[in-house]
């Protein structure tokens, strides 16, 4: 009887796979002790590329690990899989317009979706990273008619890990003191980070939230444009912080959220905090037997619920468009 685990990547060749697949394979994501097979999905052009990073996993002799397949075909990547990192996605090209990259990324998200749902185990946890993520994990699940939508999600962890990022550095305090942060709605500039229910050491009175003028001028610009700022400082998009986000949004899914903590994930509305269904949206989630939920009855301020609403309006926009091309 094999318990291993198996974890599918795609877009393994690429620069998050490189970050992610070591740190799943040396036991960040499901511990040291749990058995894992990692199979690893690219384009037949990257087959060169993604056979070298095998061979470096093979190199770094991961006991857990028992076996390391690499393949072209979703078929094969999907099979059986207990998870899915869906990371590789068309690059958005100098002069493309948005549709055009929405266009693509359907025919991928499309195909592969698909392939999970008739593939992998019925239970599977799907998290996609490539962009536009929240609409490209859409796709999937309309396209894996068999699984519960729920078993798709999309990743906004590194904008919440963002967002804790700037309130520890604006207070001058450890990350670990802060909790019930999150971040509403689309992985995009439209997304909505909020600190409105923030304690920091169990306290919800803090100060910075009332500061509306750093919010809305400092903290909300920063963590909505990080992305760019990363691009621009480092010359290539967020690859190790990315992989990281991964791993915090997949082991929290699997393991549990801590007591006392939310954090977000982008789940398919159910209607909660007025978001109509039919899209999937970043909420604040508790985890528990591998199960999550949207945490309900938060209070929500004004400023914010109608950045929340611009957020839905645009991924309502990319839903529709997605419908129209792929008919
Ligand atoms: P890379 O271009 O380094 O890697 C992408 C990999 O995907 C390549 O190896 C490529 O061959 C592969 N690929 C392309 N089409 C494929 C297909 N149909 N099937 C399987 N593999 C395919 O990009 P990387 O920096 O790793 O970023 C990957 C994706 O993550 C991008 O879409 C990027 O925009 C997105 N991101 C999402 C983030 C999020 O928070 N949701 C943050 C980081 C990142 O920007």
Redesign the pocket.
Known sequence: MNNAKIITI??A?????YSLLFRIAAGDLLGKDQKIILKL???TP?MGALEGVKMELDDCAFDNVEDIVCTDDPAIAFKDADIVFM?????RKAGMERADLLSKNAG?FKVQGKAINDYAKKDVKVLV???P?NTNALIASLNAPDLDPKCFTA?LR??HNRAKGQVAHKLGISTEDIKKVCVWGN?SSSQVPDISQMEIKGDANCPLKEDMAWIKDEFWPIVQKR?AAVIAARGS???AS?AN?AICHMRDWCLGTPKGEFVTMGVPSDGSYGIPKGVIYGFPVVCKDGKYEIVQGLPIADYVKEAMMKSYEELKGEAEEVKKILG
């Open positions: 795609t877009g060749a690429g620069q998050i796979g999905l690219d384009i990257a990371v590789g996605a068309f690059p991928i990273v490539g962009n993520a990743m590194l904008d992985h992305g998009s967020s690859a990315a986000a």
